[in-house]
C-alpha cells in the first residue's frame, strides 16, 4: 500500500512539472533531441561542414562561414536545430554563445538563437559585433517573413569585447499578457537585462508565432553578416534550453507520449543520474515507476 501511495505521489509530482529540452553539448550533441542540419529553402539543404563544426568537453563550436539567411540569399552554413512541437505554457527558449571576431571585419557579426521554418521564416536574437562603432558589441534581434528581411526592433548595451564577449540570451512568452519578453546577460554582474523594445505582442514576429503555434525549428547560428577576413570568427555555444509545458512523460518533447519515449526510458533504465530526461518523477533513477508514467500517460499530448 505503502508502495503505490508513493507512486502515486511521484506520478502527481511529475505531471505538475514541466519537461525541459536541455543540451549542454557535452562533447557532443544528446542524440536524444534528434538535432538535424537541415534548413528548409536553403543551398544547401543540409548546411554542415565537419571542418567547421567541433566540440570541446562542454561546449559546441561553430566556425562562422559565408552564407546567411538573409532575404532571399538562402545560403548559410552550419545551423544546427531542433525540432520542437508547437510550443505550450510559459515557454522560454534561452542559449549562451560567446563570439570571437577573429580577423573579420566589415559586417555584422553575429551569432545566437534562431526559431525557423524555413530560410524566408524566421526569427533570431543574437550578440553582434557593430562595425559603424569599432566593432563594439551589443545584442539585437532581426526577423523575416517571406523572405522579407527587417530589423526586430529589439536592441540593448553597447559594450567593449575585451569587457566580455559573452552573453546569456532569452526569449519568454507569457501566455497571460500575449507578449514575448527577451533578456540578455552580458555576464557582467547585472544578470538578465530586458532589450529596449521588449516586451512585445508575439504577432510582432510572424515567423517567431508561426513556430510557436504549429511547431519548427529552434537552432543555433553563427553569421557573418556581410563581412569577412581570417581568421574566422567563432561562435562557441554552452547550451541550448526549451522550455514547454510539454508532457512530462513526452521524454523527447515531440509533443506526445508513444513508444518513443517508453523506447527511452527503457534505454535508460537503471541510470542513475540527475537531470535524466527519462527519469520523469526526478527521483534520480530511471526505473519502473518511470516506465509506468509513460504507459499511464501513452497517447497523451
Ligand atoms: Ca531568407
Ligand atoms: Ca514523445
Ligand atoms: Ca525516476
Request: contains cysteine; proline residues 5%; charged residues 15%.
Amino acid at each position: 500500500m505503502r508502495g503505490v501511495v508513493g507512486l502515486l505521489l511521484a506520478w502527481t509530482v511529475a505531471v505538475l512539472s514541466a519537461q525541459p529540452l536541455m543540451d549542454d553539448f557535452f562533447g557532443g550533441f544528446d542524440s536524444q533531441h534528434g538535432w538535424s542540419w537541415g534548413v528548409p529553402r536553403n543551398a544547401p539543404a543540409n548546411t554542415h561542414d565537419p571542418a567547421r563544426v567541433g566540440f570541446t568537453a562542454e561546449h559546441l563550436q561553430i566556425t562562422a562561414q559565408a552564407g546567411t539567411l538573409y532575404q532571399g540569399v538562402n545560403s548559410i552554413r552550419n545551423l544546427p536545430s531542433v525540432s520542437v512541437p508547437a510550443l505550450r505554457g510559459v515557454w522560454v527558449l534561452e542559449t549562451r554563445v560567446r563570439l570571437t571576431r577573429g580577423g573579420a571585419s566589415g559586417g555584422y557579426i553575429q551569432a545566437g538563437l534562431v526559431a525557423f521554418r524555413d530560410a524566408d521564416n524566421y526569427f533570431n536574437l543574437h550578440l553582434v559585433y557593430l562595425p559603424d562603432q569599432n566593432y563594439a558589441l551589443s545584442v539585437s534581434g532581426g526577423h523575416e517573413q517571406a523572405g522579407v528581411y527587417g530589423w526586430a526592433g529589439l536592441s540593448g548595451a553597447v559594450w567593449s569585447p575585451s569587457a566580455g564577449d559573452t552573453v546569456r540570451l532569452m526569449v519568454r512568452y507569457e501566455p497571460d499578457t500575449g507578449r514575448v519578453r527577451v533578456f540578455y546577460d552580458r555576464e557582467d554582474g547585472m544578470h538578465w537585462r530586458e532589450f529596449t523594445g521588449s516586451p512585445r505582442p508575439l504577432s510582432d514576429f510572424p515567423a517567431l508565432q508561426a513556430v510557436a503555434q504549429s511547431g519548427g525549428q529552434i537552432g543555433l547560428y553563427v553569421d557573418l553578416g556581410g563581412g569577412g577576413g581570417s581568421p574566422a570568427p567563432v561562435a562557441t555555444f554552452d547550451y541550448l534550453h526549451i522550455l514547454s509545458d510539454y508532457h512530462p512523460a513526452d521524454v523527447n518533447c515531440d509533443g506526445i507520449v508513444d513508444d518513443a519515449d517508453l523506447l527511452q526510458v527503457l534505454f535508460a533504465f537503471g541510470v542513475q543520474r540527475c537531470n535524466h530526461p527519462a527519469d520523469i518523477n526526478g527521483d534520480g533513477t530511471v526505473d519502473d515507476a518511470d516506465l509506468l508514467q509513460v504507459l499511464f500517460s501513452f497517447g497523451a499530448r
